[in-house]
């Protein structure tokens, strides 16, 4: 409540995020915070973790006190490694100390290398109702060139017990993969969509900073025209069954939009515990950034003791515009302009000078309704964003993005 440079009339919604960060082997392409758990004749760490993520939670209850939970997200990593009975547990103690909403969103990320029959349904009487699986392919020989543990067969019997159990479902799938044809890339899509999933996340697979792909890339990767060629033929699929393509890599039917996603793209308000989580968090006047420790262990140590945060920082106003366009220019729909005033406290005018410029080389469209991307917009949205860019001094957080 300390005076700060904003006004912000009312808080936005407020989502967890919980990360869970062991893999059974990091994928070379990954440039999260996962780490391989390469402890085979030792215990794998649970129970410690999850007091340790109850730990952080309570540490940040006075941040959000009388905040109701929106959704929850558990990602990783592979969460699925953790045991339908640890997780149990920990929305138990999770719901015990916030209020989540009565229909709030549970979503648990899995691998189908962790798939054992019946393990789907445990998590869903833990109270998970959403799973996000990370398929990525259901080629084989793909499967093996992008590092993954598990094979065709596993992606599909995770899906068939996920639609079997599960409220609602996603498929996470990437294309333009090393060698691919525009035609094997609509290929992986019709298989998913054999299951009537109610949800699919297509990325193009990106060659990241620092991972094993950046310091010997795969041979053969599509160029950027056969990757556009095959993003919006992807599209037209989708959409011929019933799938919406309602933000630049989802794809989703009625009804079943990722909520806790949504929030993201909203520039709603996330606290994020578990090591290396990031939160954002809005107060009356300011809004502020942490990041927790990165490495498990190190985590562990910091969190038993409250002190999980690394890093907090409080977002300058003058970055503000470009952080909220920056999530809310992915959505189809885009945003409407009090959605802006209310999520960052700034008049529509602290937009004026780019909208213009955007508008007049046809990438955004405003009404007094709606301001969103145009179609070539959408193509080109980093071009878009370098619009809003905030002063060069202050350049540093966005960079990378």
Request: charged letters at 20%; aromatic letters at 8%; a neutral charge.
């Amino acid at each position: 409540m300390r005076a700060g440079t904003l006004q912000l009339q009312t808080l936005p919604p407020l989502a967890l995020y919980v990360h869970l960060p062991w893999c059974l082997r990091k994928c070379p392409y990954c440039d999260f915070n996962s780490h391989e758990w390469r402890g085979a004749h030792a215990e794998f760490p649970e129970q410690r973790y999850v007091q340790a993520l109850l730990a952080d939670l309570d540490a940040a209850l006075p941040l959000i006190w009388g905040r109701r939970i929106s959704s929850v997200f558990i990602g990783g990593g592979t969460p699925s490694l953790f045991s339908p009975g640890g997780i149990d547990a920990m929305l138990a103690q999770i719901r015990a100390r916030v209020g989540l909403a009565p229909d709030a969103e549970i979503t648990l990320e899995a691998n189908p290398g962790t798939f054992e029959r019946d393990r789907f349904a445990a998590y869903a009487q833990a109270g998970v109702n959403r799973l996000s699986i990370g398929v990525q392919s259901f080629d084989d020989a793909q499967l093996r060139s992008l590092g993954r543990v598990h094979d065709a067969a596993q992606a599909h019997a995770a899906i068939e017990e996920a639609a079997r159990v599960m409220p609602s479902f996603n498929i996470d799938l990437m294309f333009a993969l090393p060698g691919q044809t525009l035609d094997q890339a609509l290929g992986e899509v019709r298989q998913a969509l054999r299951y009537a999933t109610p949800h699919l996340s297509l990325y193009q697979l990106t060659i990241e900073p620092q991972t094993p792909f950046a310091k010997r890339p795969p041979a053969n990767l599509p160029d950027a025209d056969l990757a556009a060629d095959m993003q919006q033929a992807i599209a037209d699929l989708a959409g011929g069954a019933g799938l919406d393509r309602y933000e630049v890599s989802a794809y989703a039917r009625a009804g079943h939009l990722s909520r806790h996603n949504l929030n993201y793209w909203q520039f709603g308000d996330y606290l994020g515990i578990g090591a290396g989580a990031h939160s954002k968090l809005s107060f009356a006047h300011r809004i502020v950034r942490q990041v927790r420790w990165r490495q498990p262990e190190r985590y562990m140590q910091q969190a038993a003791q409250g002190a999980a945060i690394e890093t907090e920082q409080e977002v300058a106003r003058r970055e503000l515009p470009f952080e909220f366009l920056l999530n809310a220019l992915r959505l189809r729909e885009g945003f409407a302009p009090e959605l802006y005033v209310q999520r960052t406290g700034l008049p529509l005018s602290s937009l004026r000078t780019g909208l213009q410029q955007a508008i007049q080389l046809g990438l955004l469209t405003e009404t007094p309704d709606r301001i969103a991307a145009t179609a070539r917009g959408w193509e080109l949205l980093n071009e878009v964003l370098t619009l809003f860019l905030p002063a060069p001094a202050a350049l540093q957080t966005p960079q990378g993005v």
